[in-house]
């Protein structure tokens, strides 16, 4: 069985900071951040493979957010700097199992966590 549990959202001004954790629980591999706004579909946001050797960015958020994993822990954290308002949208953790395909397309997940809303005011 597999867990995964989001913390760290909140309301933050436009140009602060946040750090969301993504706590797993079972079996590991890559795990990816998404988000999704009302009324908008899920995206990618980032990806770190199970050594946390590999990382991507999706366009929208590189240079600002850096993701992380501690596999002592097997907690990994997305670092979230120079927030924007068009950022705000309930962010997402999930685990990829399955071997091949892609890992900035939600439906590659195989397990999702419930979310951590994250709300940035201009």
């Known amino acids: 069985q597999v867990q995964l549990v989001e913390s760290g959202g909140g309301l933050v001004q436009a140009g602060g900071s946040l750090r969301l954790s993504c706590a797993a629980s079972g079996r590991t591999g890559t795990i990816g951040w998404f988000r999704q706004a009302p009324g908008k579909e899920r995206e990618f946001v980032a990806e770190i493979n199970w050594s946390g050797e590999t990382t991507g960015y999706a366009d929208s958020v590189k240079g600002r957010f850096t993701i992380s994993r501690d596999m002592s822990k097997n907690t990994v954290t997305l670092h979230m700097n120079n927030l924007k308002p068009e950022d705000t949208a309930n962010y997402l953790c999930?685990?990829?199992?399955?071997?091949?395909?892609?890992?900035?397309?939600?439906?590659?997940?195989?397990?999702w966590g419930q979310g951590t809303q994250v709300s940035v005011s201009s």
């Open positions: 999930a685990v990829k199992i399955k071997a091949g395909g892609g890992t900035h397309t939600a439906s590659q997940y195989d397990y």
